[in-house]
Nanobody, 113 residues
Framework: QVQLVESGGGLVQPGGSLRLSCAASGIAFSIHSMYWYRQAPGKERELVAAITSNGFTTYTDSVKGRFSISRDNAKNTVYLQMNSLKPEDTAVYYC???????WGQGTQVTVSS
């Protein structure tokens, strides 16, 4: 079955960095775009970054220049490198494949001093 397992979240001070990972199984990973979403308390889930099967990337305006999405098709894993973190980046972060409706459990990112 489809399984998406996010990891790498935690508590970090403003200006710090985190690298999130999402390990996928049970899917044709390499042929689909992959996405990172986030959901802050009381807010709707929003798309943060996307990467196509051939590596083309897009970002929501609020993270451009700070976040970087990448993928390793040999490991069925997608990454989100987050730099210069701000308190408003605090959320649960989820990954998703374009080809499947499943979500992982998410990983909590908290940016606070």
């Amino acid at each position: 079955q489809v399984q998406l397992v996010e990891s790498g979240g935690g508590l970090v001070q403003p200006g710090g960095s985190l690298r999130l990972s999402c390990a996928a199984s049970g899917i044709a990973f390499s042929i689909h775009s992959m996405y990172w979403y986030r959901q802050a308390p009381g807010k709707e889930r929003e798309l943060v970054a996307a990467i196509t099967s051939n590596g083309f990337t897009t970002y929501t305006d609020s993270v451009k220049g700070r976040f970087s999405i990448s993928r390793d098709n040999a490991k069925n894993t997608v990454y989100l490198q987050m730099n210069s973190l701000k308190p408003e980046d605090t959320a649960v972060y989820y990954c998703k494949s374009a080809g499947y409706p499943s979500w992982g459990q998410g990983t909590q990112v908290t940016v606070s001093s």
